[in-house]
């Protein structure tokens, strides 16, 4: 099974700070078909978890443009440029290019 | 609107079989495939199994020999049938739907939270 390494597990930011968290994967995501079926999701706490991103860096419908999704291969990133309080939560990339479909191990943001 | 709701025992004993439904409306089990992920407490995610919409299932291998997904799309439900339950399946049990043309879980249902413990 592909295996997703997030880093960092977790992270403290105040208000207003950009953020960035890394995804790596154990083997490419890149689909024979040219797609790469890497996704970034948000689960605030007691809640299921929200589509953020799809396909890499496509935002999900209604998601702010805070956010950003980019990457390759096997390398990804999520940025949050200017965290706001309904951000905090565990973030999980996910991909889907091969079976199963695995997550990442989450990485939690909390305020500082 | 699109919702999909679980249903299940809450408690099961150890080595006896876990029953869930997952009741979904404002879509039809015929165009979108509906999968299950669970997610132990205090931890990450685990894809679980899928039934797609025209039928076929796919599971995780760890749990393949104990599982089952199957579906009355008259009744528009899910249902997942785990046998050989251990204290590890111990978990909240999510369905979602895939968004076909993004290939993404786009739905998910509040969840049901299954203990196993005798």
């Known amino acids: 099974d592909v295996v997703l390494t997030q880093t960092p597990p977790t992270s403290s930011a105040t208000i207003g700070q950009s953020v960035s968290i890394s995804c790596r994967s154990s083997?490419?995501?890149?689909?024979?078909?040219?797609?790469?079926?890497l996704y970034w999701y948000l689960q605030r706490p007691s809640q299921s978890p929200q589509l953020l991103i799809y396909?890499?860096?496509k935002l999900g419908s209604g998601v702010p443009n805070r956010f950003s999704g980019s990457g390759s291969g096997t390398d990804f990133t999520l940025k949050i440029s200017g965290v706001e309080a309904e951000d905090l939560g565990v973030y999980y990339c996910v991909q889907g290019t091969h079976d199963p479909w695995t997550f990442g191990g989450g990485t939690k943001l909390e305020l500082k | 609107q699109v919702q999909l709701k679980e249903s299940g025992p809450g408690l099961v004993q150890p080595s006896q079989t876990l029953s869930l439904t997952c009741t979904v409306s404002?879509?039809?089990?015929?165009?979108?495939?509906v999968h299950w992920v669970r997610q132990p407490p205090g931890k990450g995610l685990e894809w679980v199994g899928a039934i797609w919409s025209g039928g076929s299932t796919d599971y995780n291998s760890a749990l393949k020999s104990r599982l089952s997904i199957s579906r009355d799309t008259s009744k528009s439900q899910v249902f997942l049938k785990m046998n050989s339950l251990q204290t590890e399946d111990t978990a909240i049990y999510f369905c979602t739907r895939m968004y076909t043309l993004g290939w993404y879980f786009d739905f998910w249902g509040p969840g049901t939270m299954v203990t196993v413990s005798s």
């Open positions: 404002g879509f039809s089990l015929t165009s979108n495939s």
């Open positions: 396909l890499v860096s």
């Open positions: 083997q490419s995501l890149l689909d024979s078909d040219g797609n790469t079926y």
